[in-house]
């Protein structure tokens, strides 16, 4: 039953049908080797490691500011205790005296010294503010192109894939109907010459090699339903139909 609704011209359309497969495989390889994705990942990365970097020394001086503004704080409770000591009244010698004036006089210049420092920190991160937020929002900037790429593959690839899909069903439906030795040399011929089993034969040249069938061969090509051999590639060949045309480019499409 399959045989008795066998064309010639299912040949060609399975042949179209495994290059448009073979096409749609190539598409997918290219959308998901969009340099545009791959340029917006990278800036991206470069963009969040100069965030990671910038924040971490933000962080240091955060840390180096806290541990000098306790160093104040202890030296303050220490002025405070010194002082206490001092207007108490209890203390009479006067080298003890002494000493707890120059020690409030050291803490007092220490302190002074420190919160130079501390200044000098909060005026660096002051500084660095600006560029840590511009930073934050180039990222926010390249996040949102990647998330937009891959939207933008992710549905091409279903697109590709649906289409994939029908082809191959497509396929199922014209094999069914390709009689099995023709198909077994079908199989052969596309294993052995580079996946190209049939050719077109039109204005006497091959589709498949390009070339002129000389006319001594050309006279015998005279029937559009019978399997011929090109007499220069070996491959299955078959006389022009117009309607090839129509399913190649439906295929194409």
Same mark, same amino acid.
């Given at each position: 039953?399959?045989?008795?609704?066998?064309?010639?011209?299912?040949?060609?359309?399975?042949?179209?049908?495994?290059?448009?497969?073979?096409?749609?495989?190539?598409?997918?390889? *290219? $959308?998901?080797? %969009?340099?545009?994705?791959?340029?917006?990942?990278?800036?991206?990365?470069?963009?969040? *490691?100069?965030?990671?970097?910038?924040?971490?020394?933000? @962080?240091?001086?955060?840390?180096?500011?806290?541990?000098?503004?306790?160093?104040?704080?202890? @030296?303050?409770?220490?002025?405070?205790?010194?002082? *206490?000591?001092?207007?108490?009244?209890?203390?009479?010698? &006067?080298?003890?005296?002494?000493?707890?004036?120059?020690?409030?006089?050291?803490?007092?210049?220490?302190?002074?010294?420190?919160?130079?420092?501390?200044?000098?920190?909060?005026?660096?991160?002051?500084?660095?503010?600006?560029?840590?937020?511009?930073?934050?929002?180039?990222?926010?900037?390249?996040?949102?192109?990647?998330?937009?790429?891959?939207?933008?593959? %992710?549905?091409?690839?279903?697109?590709?894939? @649906?289409?994939?899909?029908?082809?191959?069903?497509?396929?199922?439906? $014209? /094999?069914?109907?390709?009689? #099995?030795?023709?198909?077994?040399?079908?199989?052969?011929?596309?294993?052995?010459?580079? #996946?190209?089993? $049939?050719?077109?034969?039109?204005?006497?040249?091959?589709?498949?090699?390009?070339?002129?069938? &000389?006319?001594?061969?050309?006279?015998?090509?005279?029937?559009?339903?019978? /399997?011929?051999?090109?007499?220069?590639?070996?491959?299955?060949? $078959?006389?022009?139909? &117009?309607?090839?045309?129509?399913?190649?480019?439906?295929?194409?499409?």
């Amino acid at each position: 039953m399959g045989e008795e609704k066998f064309e010639i011209i299912d040949l060609v359309e399975l042949q179209a049908i495994e290059n448009a497969t073979s096409a749609r495989y190539a598409e997918i390889d *290219k $959308v998901k080797a %969009d340099p545009r994705l791959a340029d917006a990942e990278k800036n991206l990365e470069v963009s969040r *490691k100069k965030g990671e970097e910038k924040n971490s020394q933000f @962080h240091e001086l955060d840390v180096k500011r806290k541990k000098l503004e306790d160093t104040v704080d202890t @030296h303050e409770e220490k002025i405070k205790s010194n002082e *206490k000591k001092l207007f108490s009244g209890t203390i009479t010698d &006067p080298k003890e005296l002494s000493n707890y004036q120059e020690e409030i006089q050291v803490l007092n210049n220490s302190n002074s010294k420190l919160e130079d420092e501390i200044l000098e920190i909060m005026e660096e991160q002051d500084m660095a503010k600006p560029g840590i937020e511009a930073l934050k929002e180039e990222m926010v900037e390249f996040d949102s192109i990647v998330k937009r790429l891959r939207s933008e593959m %992710d549905e091409k690839l279903e697109v590709l894939k @649906h289409n994939i899909e029908g082809l191959k069903k497509r396929k199922e439906d $014209v /094999v069914l109907r390709i009689p #099995g030795d023709y198909l077994k040399k079908y199989n052969d011929l596309k294993t052995k010459k580079s #996946g190209i089993a $049939v050719s077109v034969i039109k204005d006497n040249f091959c589709s498949a090699c390009n070339m002129e069938i &000389p006319s001594i061969e050309t006279e015998r090509f005279v029937d559009s339903d019978e /399997v011929y051999k090109c007499p220069i590639c070996g491959r299955m060949s $078959v006389l022009y139909r &117009p309607e090839m045309d129509d399913i190649k480019k439906e295929l194409e499409s």
